[in-house]
């Protein structure tokens, strides 16, 4: 799988206008053309965008979620553990969870569910939701990467601590702010990191459910694959879409493992 991604690493460094292997002259000249040509710039404002935002919401719903199913007793409340907690019996790893979750609900069918809401019943009613229905499609599949690490760190907190909080006087927003998030914010930002990373690289969902005219820096680089003479830039943009996708996976797994060797 590694070397595929390395040779077109290489390949971004490649002076020639097309893919080829091996490379005569390495330089910098499709960096440069990348780092100044403007749809690339705006595809990569649109991909930030999108996946904060859905970050934000899918952090906000996922945690909501995992307090409400650990702390709460509700009618459907087996029904939403086995829907929302099943990828977890899987598997104890990041890996485990993506590779049930697309086996579970494809994001094919994720983009055409949207797609039927928004053009043939939100539209015909009026209401015409464009740029921030991607961001809700996208948070809807990033809510379970944030449920699934607060809701395994909620299960391992000693529920003593918030008593002691609240014998001591202090209020519901005081106890969660000094004594319950400090407990599980390790887990809540390594959530929220992988969520922003599967949306910034996520492209089925965005084929259905982008705006006309609105690309992503995934949908940028799936359209511009067409044209030949363009395949050294994409190189540079999907070298680009790996290091952006790297970083938040890398520290959301450092912060895991931090949080386990400090049990």
Request: some cysteine.
């Amino acid at each position: 799988m590694y070397v595929p991604l390395l040779v077109l690493i290489l390949n971004s460094f490649n002076q020639s206008n097309i893919s080829s292997w091996p490379i005569e002259t390495f330089s910098f000249t499709w960096w440069e053309f990348a780092a100044t040509y403007q749809p690339i710039r705006t595809a990569l404002l649109n991909s930030i965008i999108v996946a904060t935002g859905s970050t934000i919401i899918a952090a906000i719903l996922g945690t909501l979620v995992a307090f409400a199913l650990k702390g709460y007793e509700f009618f459907g409340k087996g029904t939403v553990n086995l829907l929302v907690v099943l990828p977890i019996f899987f598997g104890k790893g990041t890996v485990n969870l993506l590779v049930v979750l697309p086996i579970a609900l494809p994001g094919v069918v994720t983009g055409v569910a949207f797609s039927n809401t928004y053009n043939n019943f939100l539209s015909p009613a009026g209401f015409n939701i464009g740029y921030f229905g991607m961001i809700v499609a996208h948070a809807t599949f990033c809510i379970v990467m944030v449920f699934n690490n607060v809701f395994a760190r909620l299960k391992r907190m000693n529920p003593s601590l918030q008593e002691a909080s609240a014998d001591l006087g202090a209020g519901l927003w005081q106890t969660f702010r000094l004594v319950t998030f400090p407990q599980f914010r390790t887990a809540f930002v390594a959530g929220a990191l992988l969520a922003f990373a599967l949306s910034f690289d996520e492209v089925v969902v965005t084929i259905f459910t982008a705006p006309p005219g609105v690309d992503t820096l995934p949908l940028w680089i799936l359209k511009e694959m067409s044209r030949p003479n363009q395949a050294s830039v994409v190189n540079v943009v999907a070298t680009v879409v790996i290091l952006i996708s790297l970083i938040p996976v890398f520290i959301s797994q450092r912060l895991t493992r931090a949080q386990d060797e400090g049990k």
